[in-house]
């Protein structure tokens, strides 16, 4: 009964305020709107709230639904329930532009089917799910190992791929390639959320192929009932007589050349991008001389695999993955070597061969909602670039530095840059004399 009069007088106070405010302008607190209009149709809400879910606003607001049944009160809100807002509500629109662009917005046909290739444990499989149950969409899931292997699979012929999650410097070596379509970006207007800190990249001027999807660093993740004292350096992993005081309990590392090589080089002094034949060499024998120490080369599935039922006590880890084990495990803890490590993007991407590039972009586009965004970041643990989802992200994940790092952190730490044939030819070389032996 409470909500029932809460309602009523919410839509008495609605129609006395309309009928005293301009027929242009709608205000509540804070927030004045300049660009109203009257929801003609469920269908046209359903195409508004498609491109703009997440930043327009509607009066009366929902605050509470369930089961399909709204509570509404006085105040603008964010539309998070979309499909029980009524033809004849007054929505507000940030800008007239976005007005426009919403009422032009051409409709996609989705394909019945999309091809993903992404990291393993790298999505909430929720969300999968969902659009699956949104769109009619059915998600075909494939997952890789390293970029190196992505990349391998691709030019041995894997051509059915519509989107694939590949990292900074894999993305300027596709382009280079010719392996990546140009991404329209009006079928993916939440691109908008993104952070000036994260697009137009180096490896992706003006991001005409790419759409960063998360951010973070690599460093070593250990147990800490386990490893006392806490490591402070890459010399856990590389030096032999710290690393084998620990091989009983089980150390794990990276098997992607990029990270483990880099690491080495940035333990031995040098930049992780580093080319020189010499260096390159001197790395080799740093890892080979710690290999016997470890006891697992792995980089898809360690967390569930090693880190969460204890099968290792330490590990060469990227960031996001070290919180989901302590989530399991609350002793897993994450730390940045004081020498440095890497800094890295994720991104997605659509193949050249892909068929159905609206419907990847449809897809991208819809994770990029900000709420769909935080949730996603709320289940893997990673840096967003989305600043929309902010609101919606754990406090405990936009508060951890080692996952939202400072300024200071920051300039200690390096992008992974593409190579030249030359330089990607001496890399090969070393990581074959790492994995022969």
Not at 329 to 350: A, R
């Amino acid at each position: 009964m409470k909500r029932l009069i809460n309602v009523i007088g919410s839509l008495l106070l609605l129609a006395l305020m309309l009928t005293l405010m301009p027929s242009n302008t709608l205000a509540q607190g804070e927030i004045t709107c300049e660009n109203d209009v009257v929801v003609q149709a469920d269908d046209w809400l359903s195409k508004l709230a498609d491109k703009f879910y997440g930043d327009v606003f509607a009066f009366p607001a929902i605050v509470e639904a369930t089961n399909k049944q709204a509570t509404v009160d006085d105040s603008y809100a964010t539309i998070v329930y979309a499909d029980l807002i009524e033809p004849g509500w007054k929505v507000c629109i940030p800008s007239a532009a976005d007005a426009q662009a919403m009422l032009s917005q051409p409709e996609i046909e989705l394909a019945d089917e999309l091809y993903v290739y992404n990291w393993a444990d790298y999505i909430d499989p929720d969300l999968v799910t969902r659009y699956q149950e949104e769109t009619g969409v059915t998600i075909v899931y494939d997952t890789f190992e390293s970029n190196e292997d992505m990349l391998a699979k691709l030019q041995a012929g894997a051509t059915g791929y519509d989107l694939i999650f590949p990292s900074d410097y894999m993305v300027a070596q596709m382009i280079e390639l010719d392996m990546l379509a140009e991404l329209n970006i009006d079928n993916i207007p939440n691109f908008r959320h993104l952070s000036e800190f994260n697009i137009n990249p180096a490896y992706d001027p003006g991001n005409v192929y790419s759409v960063p999807y998360f951010f973070g660093t690599t460093g070593i993740g250990y147990n800490s009932a386990i490893i006392d004292p806490p490591p402070d350096s890459w010399a856990w992993l590389f030096d032999p007589e710290i690393a084998c005081q620990y091989e009983g309990a089980g150390i794990n590392v990276l098997n992607d050349q990029r990270e483990l090589i880099g690491a080495a080089l940035r333990y031995l002094g040098y930049s992780i991008n580093d080319s020189n034949v010499n260096h390159l060499n001197e790395a080799r024998d740093l890892i080979l001389a710690a290999k016997p120490c470890w006891k697992t080369f792995k980089s898809s599935g360690y967390i569930d695999d090693l880190f969460i039922p204890g099968e290792v006590a330490m590990g060469h880890a990227w960031n996001g993955d070290v919180y989901v084990a302590a989530e399991e495990v609350d002793t897993w803890v994450y730390v940045m070597p004081k020498e440095g490590g890497v800094v890295w993007q994720d991104n997605f991407v659509i193949p050249k061969t892909s068929t159905r590039q609206a419907t990847a972009e449809h897809f991208i586009n819809w994770l990029l909602d900000p709420q769909i965004n935080a949730q996603n970041t709320n289940y893997i643990w990673y840096s967003s670039p989305n600043e929309a989802a902010k609101p919606y992200i754990l406090p405990e994940i936009l508060e951890d530095p080692s996952i939202y790092v400072d300024d200071e952190t920051l300039a200690n730490l390096e992008w992974l840059e593409p190579f030249s044939t030359e330089e990607l030819f001496e890399w090969d070389r070393v990581w074959t004399e790492i994995k022969a032996q």
